[in-house]
């Protein structure tokens, strides 16, 4: 078989129900597009019957390769996996959840032959709840500030890759990322285009609202310390009211005399402040759990077998 020109990345973490119509409106776009091309799917640990489907399909798809985790390492490392063992020239990343539509992949192609390196969407008409809608809306926001990049839709993932960015991804070795911020890290050229979204296939989201906020924490910190620098900054700022309000008790002291009421007035305030620290040391113990995770230097992902690759 030729060298494939189009690597198609897919992560899929019990998706029994969407393979077969995944695969059915996906290889007739690839066929279509004349190219050789390959479709590597992570199996991340799946309990129902993924890996036995995609196993089945195996032997009648020879552009099919699979690679088998050892547990649920999650959607970023099946990808990171995935990227590895990739070879294609141009790389795309899609949701086995038919929520991406796979008829989109010729315009992402297009747009990376024209000479972008990275190739993000933004979703028209997204389908999901209103939660993860407004969410969303204002990860994209406050990423952008922090972070200094310029993405519209952090979360879609339909994308699209140069060779040489994923070859950068693939030198990377961090624990925990979020791969679209660390490809636009690497991308000299990105662009973004609009791309459709659908309703999800078969099954449900598999983020949990402690996943997501456990995600956006790897975005957040994973890619920027200014939330510990605007910390700082708050305790400067802090400090300097604290002195303006001692100096406005001595001078009140003088005039008015001593003050005696508003003793709960205090605790309000103590309150707010300890739950800022407090806020503060939860924070910097995100930094310092995840310099102990890089640390340890544990594999990131245990692959157990992979199949359809040449040897
Ligand atoms: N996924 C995965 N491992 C996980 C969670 C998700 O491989 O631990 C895959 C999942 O099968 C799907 C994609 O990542 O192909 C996106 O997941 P999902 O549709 O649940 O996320 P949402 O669209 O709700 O953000
Ligand atoms: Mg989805």
Redesign the pocket.
């Known amino acids: 078989m030729e060298k494939p020109y189009i690597s198609i990345v ?6 029994e129900g ?1 393979l077969k119509p995944l695969m059915e409106r996906l290889l007739p776009v690839m066929r279509g597009m004349g190219k050789p091309f390959e479709i590597i799917f ?1 199996d ?3 309990r129902d019957r993924t890996l036995a489907i995609l196993k089945g399909m195996l032997p009648e798809v020879p552009e099919l390769k699979l690679i088998e985790f050892n547990g ?4 970023h ?3 990171l996996a995935a990227f590895e063992k990739s070879s294609g020239e141009i790389v795309i990343t ?4 038919l ?1 991406n539509p796979p008829e989109e992949i010729p315009r992402l192609a297009a747009e990376i032959e024209k000479g972008h390196d990275v190739v993000g969407t933004i979703r028209l008409k997204r389908q ?1 709840t209103f939660f ?1 809608k407004t969410a969303s809306r204002i990860v994209n926001i406050t990423t952008n500030k922090m972070t200094g990049m310029k993405m519209s839709d952090y ?1 879609c ?1 339909l994308r699209a890759y140069h060779r040489d960015v994923i070859d950068n991804i693939n030198h990377c070795q961090e624990t925990t990322t979020f791969i679209p911020a660390l490809a636009q890290t690497f991308a000299a050229n990105p662009t973004e285009i609009e791309v459709g979204h659908a309703e ?1 296939g078969e ?5 949990s609202l402690y ?2 906020i456990r995600l956006n924490f790897d975005l957040m910190t994973g890619f920027s310390v200014v939330p510990l620098q605007l910390f700082a900054l708050m305790g400067i700022l802090t400090s300097l009211a604290s002195v303006g309000f001692a100096l406005f008790l001595m001078i009140r002291r003088f005039i008015i005399g001593a003050e005696v009421e508003g003793v709960f007035t205090l605790f309000a305030i103590l309150f707010f402040f300890v739950g800022i620290v407090i806020f503060g040391i939860g924070l910097v113990g995100e930094y310092v759990g995840r310099i102990y995770q890089e640390v340890r230097k544990r594999p990131r992902y245990v692959v157990r077998r992979v199949h359809g690759f040449k040897r």
């Open positions: 897919v992560p899929a973490y019990n998706e969407n992570t991340d640990g799946s649920n390492f999650g959607q490392m099946a990808i899609l949701d086995a959840d929520q999901d993860r979360g993932m999800r099954g449900e989201s598999k983020y996943r997501l």
